[in-house]
Structures are given as structure tokens and as C-alpha cells.
T-cell receptor, first 113, second 114 residues
Framework: EADIYQTPRYLVIGTGKKITLECSQT?????MYWYQQDPGMELHLIHY???????EKGDLSSESTVSRIRTEHFPLTLESARPSHTSQYLC????????????FGPGTRLTVL | AQSVSQHNHHVILSEAASLELGCNYS??????LFWYVQYPGQHLQLLLK??????LVKGIKGFEAEFIKSKFSFNLRKPSVQWSDTAEYFC????????????FGSGTRLSIRP
């Protein structure tokens, strides 16, 4: 059982609000990731981090930002939510040396009205 | 562009039927290959993975997958499915030099009729 947590699990919010999606892992993994997933579609990597103070944009352009101040914490922030941000956001982590096996959190389903 | 293709979007089977889900990728060179599964209401979790060695890989719950390099394929199989196998299955590929960036397919939804 992977120890990776995401809060909130569900969020419905109005346009223009600032939101932060939380992701924490207790496994001491160096690498962490954020994916965006729409129903019936592939997961798209939007941000990743190889360690503290390291963040990179992923393959899918996103208006969100991330930070990695602590190993266990990798929050994702949207400064001004829009309906186009409605999606499921999945956080994952992987340990160095385990050949990229990723452990996923339960996801946050975001709806922007 | 790099891609992972899962041609079956939704598969419906009866219990005890045999299963094969297709996965093809578009990279040359060394790759790491994964199948992930997401049961209803649960986290996405690793089903099996291939890094090197025997191209026939066995995973949890009786699943296996075969890496065929010449066909750029990594199909998932199970000889006899159960109702509890109802889930969404994702194939994923990581190019060995791509520093942990994994590309996922669009997923196959498997429904098992009891």
C-alpha cells in the first residue's frame, strides 16, 4: 500500500478563485509528479520534481505552478481557476533506483464552475 | 511524437474468458514498460513492469505481459478473468534516457459480466 495522500479528494469552486491541491508522501521518495487526467483519456504529465527545490514543467502545458520545499510535500496551485481546469489531478512519487515505478495518490477531482 | 497506443477503449468479457489488452509504443531504443490498474474508487497501482531480461513478465493477480521488441508491443494477458478484474488498465512507457518521465496510454476499461 503506497503512502501518498491528496487533499481534497473533490473540489467544486467558482471561476477566478485561487486553489492549492495538496500532495504528501511518507515514503521519502525523491521524485514527485503531477498528472492531469480527463475521463477516457491518457494521463498527461504537467509538473515533476527530482528533489527539494527542483521543479520542472511536464509535457502538457498547464497554468498551474508547483513548489517543493520539503521532500514529502508537492503542492499544486492555480492562481485563478477557470472551467477549462476542470479535470482529475493525480499526484505520484517514485524512489531513486527503483527504475521509475511510480506510486499514485487517490486523485483530486476538480470542478470549476 | 512519442506515444503509447491502447487500441481497445472498452472491453466486455464474461467470467472465465481469456483476456488480452493491446499496447503499442512508438520509441526506438531501450524502454521500460509498465501496466497500471485502477480499480473502481481506488488508487492507480502497478500491475507489472518490464525492464530487462525475460520478455514474459508476470504480475499480481495472475496477469502477465509479453514484450515483443520487433512489434513495439507489450500486451497484457490473463487466461481466465474474474469479476474482480473489472477496472481501468493503463499501459505506460519510459524511455531509458528520459529521466523518469513516463508516457501513459489512454487506458482500457475492462468490464466483467458475472
Amino acid at each position: 500500500e503506497a503512502d501518498i495522500y491528496q487533499t481534497p479528494r473533490y473540489l467544486v469552486i467558482g471561476t477566478g478563485k485561487k486553489i492549492t491541491l495538496e500532495c504528501s508522501q511518507t515514503m521519502g521518495h525523491d521524485k514527485m509528479y503531477w498528472y492531469q487526467q480527463d475521463p477516457g483519456m491518457e494521463l498527461h504529465l504537467i509538473h515533476y520534481s527530482y528533489g527539494v527545490n527542483s521543479t520542472e514543467k511536464g509535457d502538457l502545458s498547464s497554468e498551474s505552478t508547483v513548489s517543493r520545499i520539503r521532500t514529502e510535500h508537492f503542492p499544486l496551485t492555480l492562481e485563478s481557476a477557470r472551467p477549462s481546469h476542470t479535470s482529475q489531478y493525480l499526484c505520484a512519487s517514485s524512489p531513486s533506483g527503483e527504475m521509475d515505478t511510480q506510486y499514485f495518490g487517490p486523485g483530486t477531482r476538480l470542478t470549476v464552475l | 511524437a512519442q506515444s503509447v497506443s491502447q487500441h481497445n477503449h472498452h472491453v466486455i468479457l464474461s467470467e472465465a474468458a481469456s483476456l488480452e489488452l493491446g499496447c503499442n509504443y512508438s520509441y526506438g531504443g531501450t524502454v521500460n514498460l509498465f501496466w497500471y490498474v485502477q480499480y473502481p474508487g481506488q488508487h492507480l497501482q502497478l500491475l507489472l513492469k518490464y525492464f530487462s531480461g525475460d520478455p514474459l513478465v508476470k504480475g499480481i493477480k495472475g496477469f502477465e505481459a509479453e514484450f515483443i521488441k520487433s512489434k513495439f508491443s507489450f500486451n497484457l494477458r490473463k487466461p481466465s478473468v474474474q469479476w474482480s478484474d473489472t477496472a481501468e488498465y493503463f499501459c505506460a512507457v519510459n524511455r531509458y534516457s528520459s529521466a523518469s518521465k513516463i508516457i501513459f496510454g489512454s487506458g482500457t476499461r475492462l468490464s466483467i459480466r458475472p
